[in-house]
């Protein structure tokens, strides 16, 4: 079987990846950073919403609480209780968003959850401006560039992982099958809200940590920086360009479109969002399964 | 000897029509009957009830002797009630085997891992689908299609089994494969609660009918003698016919 032979491919890239910092320049220990962070954004978002095909739009309101958790947290906890901490406040308002939301159908979910991201960041600006009159936290964390690349490589790696592992068991079975027809799937035996709130919620907890894990980065975090909506749309456009029903689908897309994002919004500042919108529109038009899909139409396409 | 499903006093409404009213009936254990009435007269509404897609209003349905009322759908296929749809509903992004593996896994008794595969096999195979489980669905017939919602249907190991109308759209030769195959369930000791209108297949199969009619049962007992009762031609028919 081919994914045994994957395995060691796999680790060899990640031993290769984790040892990147230690040979290259800080810049691009930074862009490594940022597209590990991306990969697993895109995988963790795929893990629910590829599947099921409930399109989340909340990325950046569980993003933004693990960065904002970790800035609150971090001159009174040690780190990993801090983390365990971020992790634990995503898990459950995932719970709870989850437990209110997921019965919702389509286009209402998307969005809820594009509103929930917005709630949960004026929420946050109301409590700091009212309640504890700051605007704005420091991070002191004694972290470099490669130590928080590390700790995102293994995060990614975990997501992966665990991605792979689902698809695996029954429970990856029962997702496609509520993707395909949640009647059907329930009258198969599967209990259908115990599923998508399970897959939700370690889905939003993965990208809690993610937010987490880069707090440091920032130094100073206020609300409009760590909650800004693009981190979700281009979560979903990674993960769509790739596929976000295959394991490697989430990847495949957000290494590429790391970089084009990257260039740009350097180079074009002003046009990025134009861009971004009209690369989205293309991207839904001409290969609404991924790119990996697409590749796959094409070889059974030739062989035929 | 306890009945393998019985209704008591089935009640539902949906705003201010009674789509369903006081509907009670049994099914021994090995049973095939039908459940029979012009459309409209809540035979999907009560295959819904019992299945848990739709919760009832009122009454009470048990299976052996646990009582499954309101209970949600996939509770309700754990207790043993397998249903198949009026419309087959295949998932497409499956192929013909994962969609019988499903209900294998998910099913009244819970299989995975190598032996699900084999029972998969197994279940294609009785419905004349042996050696097709790497097919997506989309590449087979309609008939196919509907001998793999029958075989995702028995892959839950059910003890009842609830057709709806699962014999209509088939042409004249397919009609006669379909039958043949609900007799053969038969003789394996299912018991069968089967919504249809093709008379041919109500004849050949159930030994005992159940007719409604807005709503209500207005006759049931052996085939032959509730097809012929004015009151049933009637609803059927018309009065001009009665």
Redesign the interface.
Known sequence: MKPIHAFPLAGAILVALAAAPLFVSDYWTGVLLGMTGYVTLATAWALFSGPTRYVSLATVAFFGVGAYTVAVLNETLPYPLVLASAAGIGAVIALVVGLSTLRLAGVYFVIFTFGLAELVRQTVSWWEVNVTYTMGRYVFLPFEGRHIYWQLLALATVTLLISWGIGRTRLGLALQAIGDDETVAAHAGIDVTRVKLLLFVISATLITLTGAIQAPRWTYIEPSIVFNPTVSFMTLIMALLGGAMRLWGPLVGAIPLFFLFEWLSVSFPDHFSIILGLLFILIVFWMPQGVLAKIEDLRKGGRT | MSAALQLDNMHKRFGGLVAVKDVSFALTPGEVVGLLGPNGSGKTTVMNMI???LPSDGGRVRVSDTDITRM???R???HGV??T?QLV?P????TAG?NV???L????K?H?GREAQAMVEEKLAFVGLGGRGNERVGNLTYIDQKRLEMA?ALA?EPEILLLDEWLAGLNPSELKIGIDLVRHLQGQGMTILLVEHIMEAVRALCSRCIVMSAGEVIAEGGTQDVLSRPAVIKAYLGDDHA
């Open positions: 299945s848990g897609a949600p759908p996939h309700v296929a754990r397998a249903r749809f509903r998932l497409p992004t499956l994962e593996l499903l209900s896994a998910f099913g009244h819970r995975w995702r839950s």
